[in-house]
């Protein structure tokens, strides 16, 4: 494996271990075997399982591979919304899985803040016959995170509607109670620190229901992976189509080994981590605060203004063996962005941190 850490927001550095973990997947023919067989049944209940353990899944959520975590901004449209979406949107990414349901001819409803500015989300007025209310939980483009008991609160003023969550950089640093959420999608190319290429959706009942009677009204979920079809065959540790096996056999050992630290052990590491970053940003003469209220301020994708592009940084920092990433769309040269997933240790980045003391 490349000696370099990458600290960018995805992809990311790898999971320690990963090299192994592929090594045995091939050693298993995991690539080979027929996803219909009883071995990659095996496979798809082990990392299943794993996952549930490691955030605490309730049992009336399924677990559903899907090619990507963008796929999922167009699931939820197609299977969960008849007319009316409502989305919090303060980055590139909550745009996004808005613009997905405006484009698919949905009224979709737009709460927005200034970029790098996280909500006041008592000022949201969400009208009583929304279906589904979307929120991007961490804003890998800007750093923006969205406190759980903001999530919470809209969440219990709005008990009709179904609450989406975009978790695409924070799972599983988070504590979610998911009682209180309906759906959840991540991509493993971030925290999980995996190559790209598999995204998972976690969908509970109710949205199976509004699934159901959507198709029953006769509104075209599909014809893309129709959440009755995904869910079902979920219940059978399968998909309805051929299923990137090798991603799902390696989540299931990261899980495994973030099981073995302890998820407790990775949210502490986390915190720490965060603070030396935030740290070292309010006494950098090269940075400042991207993200102004400390409260909305992510823990996984630290997110700072430069007087330095990301590039120049990087020629400097390549000597420690070390990449961070540049700042998103139009803030590619005056900020950066630096991932603090579980792959990153506490050494790492005090490493880090030093280096960047340095600069000249």
């Known amino acids: 494996m490349s000696k370099t850490t990458f600290f960018g927001p995805g992809p990311s550095q790898l999971y320690p271990g990963i090299d192994r973990f592929i090594q045995d997947a091939l050693a298993q023919d995991v690539c080979s075997i027929s996803h219909r067989s009883q071995a990659f049944k095996d496979i798809y209940k082990e990392t299943a399982d794993n996952l549930r353990k490691l955030i605490d899944l309730p049992d009336n959520y399924e677990v559903v591979f899907l090619p990507s975590a963008t796929e999922a901004w167009e699931r939820i449209v197609k299977n969960l919304v008849d007319k009316k979406s409502f989305h919090f949107t303060n980055g590139s990414f909550s745009k996004k899985f808005y613009s997905y349901s405006k484009d698919s001819g949905k009224e979709a409803i737009n709460f927005s803040a200034p970029f790098g500015e996280g909500f006041d989300v008592s000022q949201a007025e ?58 959840a999608f991540f991509s493993v190319q971030k925290c999980f ?51 990137n096996a090798l991603g799902i056999y390696v989540l299931g050992r990261v899980c495994k080994a973030m099981l073995d630290k302890g998820i407790d052990t990775l949210r502490a590491e986390n915190e720490k981590k965060s603070t030396l970053l935030h740290d070292f940003i309010a006494e950098s003469p090269l940075f400042t ?21 990301a590039g120049d940084l990087n020629k400097y920092l390549a ?7 540049s700042g998103y769309g139009a803030h590619k040269l005056d900020q950066v962005r630096i991932a603090n997933f579980p792959a990153h240790s506490v050494e790492v980045i005090e490493k880090l941190v030093e280096a960047l003391k340095n600069y000249k």
């Open 126 to 183: 969400i009208p009583a016959d929304t279906e589904v209310i979307c929120f991007t939980q961490n804003e890998t483009s800007s750093g923006v995170n969205v406190p759980l008991k903001d999530i919470y609160s809209i969440s219990e003023k709005n008990p009709e509607a179904l609450v989406a969550v975009d978790v695409v950089s924070s799972l599983p640093i988070p504590a979610f109670d998911f009682s209180k959420i309906d759906t």
């Open 193 to 243: 620190g995996m190559p790209a290429g598999l995204g998972v959706w976690l969908v509970n009942d109710r949205c199976l229901a509004k699934a159901k009677s959507q198709e029953e009204k006769g509104v075209l979920i599909g014809p893309h992976h129709a959440l009755p079809e995904l869910f079902a065959k979920a219940q059978e540790y399968q998909n309805p189509c051929t299923p």
């Open 289 to 309: 605060e991207a993200v102004e209220k400390p409260e909305h301020r992510s823990k996984t994708v630290v997110v700072a203004n430069t007087t330095v592009p």
């Open 319 to 325: 000597q420690f063996d070390l990449n961070i990433g």
